[in-house]
């Protein structure tokens, strides 16, 4: 069964880049239609969703946060990580990654989530 | 920028029926947002329970099921248990995904 894993600091300073890489077990990260997401919790608050990406690097971003995204794949390592700049108090949350099947149009798998805290 | 709306809280009684549902700002939920519902309780990731409107995971508890309802998704709990307490969150695609505010079920 596949899983995944949030790595990264927990701890980020605010106009810092917050960066986090999502490690997947159980499958190949290039597997064909699976695409590989993160989204975002506030605490006590509601989910977002942030972005997602192919094995061939083709992205896809929310709206909102796309000036300060920039997601990347490393199928060597079957992993993939999340690059957000600029970051502001609004940015601490528990961040999940989680595998997005397209043809399903499903979020089956999830990460246990990893919080990050944008504080000085 | 749409906004998915959801019941703040409900309350049902152990053994009872429920319905959650999930609206859009931009009109009636159709299939064509590939509705989702998660459930969360603290601490956990959301577990997935439904999507694409009505499918079922293999984990998914019969007693859950999903549909659209009066332009609204929606997610019914029939006998419900005392473990069924917890977050559910509404999850819709307008060419990218939009979560809900969530539903705190109590069950009491």
């Known amino acids: 069964q596949v899983q995944l894993q949030e790595s990264g600091p927990g701890l980020v300073k605010p106009s810092q880049t917050l960066s986090l890489t999502c490690t997947v077990s159980g499958g190949s990260i290039s597997s064909n239609d699976h695409y590989w997401s993160w989204i975002r919790q506030i605490p006590g608050k509601g989910l977002e969703w942030i972005a997602y990406i192919y094995y061939s690097g083709t992205t896809y971003y929310n709206p909102s946060l796309k000036s300060r995204l920039a997601i990347s794949v490393d199928t060597s390592k079957n992993q993939f990580s999340l690059n957000l700049n600029s970051v502001t108090a609004a940015d601490t949350a528990v961040y999940y990654c989680a595998r997005y099947i397209g043809g399903s149009r499903e979020f089956d798998y999830w990460g246990q989530g990893t919080l990050v805290t944008v504080s000085s | 920028q749409t906004v998915v709306t959801q019941e703040p809280s409900l309350t049902v009684s152990p053994g009872g029926t429920v319905t959650l549902t999930c609206a859009s700002t931009?009109?009636?939920?159709?299939?064509?947002?590939?509705p989702h519902w998660f459930q969360q309780t603290p601490g956990q990731p959301p577990r997935p329970l439904i999507y694409s409107t009505s499918n079922k995971y293999s984990w998914t508890p019969a007693r859950f099921s999903g549909s659209l309802l009066g332009g609204k998704a929606a997610l019914t709990l029939s006998g419900v248990q005392p473990e069924d307490e917890a977050d559910y969150y509404c999850l819709l695609y307008y060419g990218g995904w939009v979560f809900g505010g969530g539903t705190k079920l109590t069950v009491l």
């Open positions: 931009t009109g009636a939920v159709t299939g064509g947002s590939f």
